[in-house]
Nanobody
């Protein structure tokens, strides 16, 4: 059973930073592309960033390029999202997901507000 548990969200002021983590289990983590998704209030699900399995090639939504960095530690079966220069429009529930299947676990709330 695929299990994905995101953590690290919280309330931060505009311009601040947060680092999200996602602990993965139930599948061969290093073999799979992984993504961070987010859903803002009243909006649909948006892909924020993706990282390949063995070859850590990354891709980002235009809205977060230059501010967010996705990374992974295959030995720890953990996915990360470093978020810098946060903006109010980044407020959302953030989920980590196994890209190919769309499996995702409970999200973590990120609120950017002064």
């Amino acid at each position: 059973e695929v299990q994905l548990q995101a953590s690290g969200g919280g309330l931060v002021q505009p311009g601040g930073s947060l680092r999200l983590s996602c602990a993965a289990s139930g599948f061969a983590f290093s073999n799979y592309d992984m993504s961070w998704l987010r859903q803002a209030p009243g909006k649909g699900l948006e892909r924020v960033a993706t990282i390949r399995g063995f070859n850590p090639v990354t891709s980002y939504a235009d809205s977060v390029k230059g501010r967010f960095t996705i990374s992974r530690d295959n030995a720890k079966r953990t996915l990360y999202l470093q978020m810098n220069n946060l903006k109010p429009e980044d407020t959302a529930v953030y989920y980590c997901a196994k890209t190919s299947s769309g499996d995702r676990g409970p999200g973590t709330q990120v609120t950017v507000s002064s």
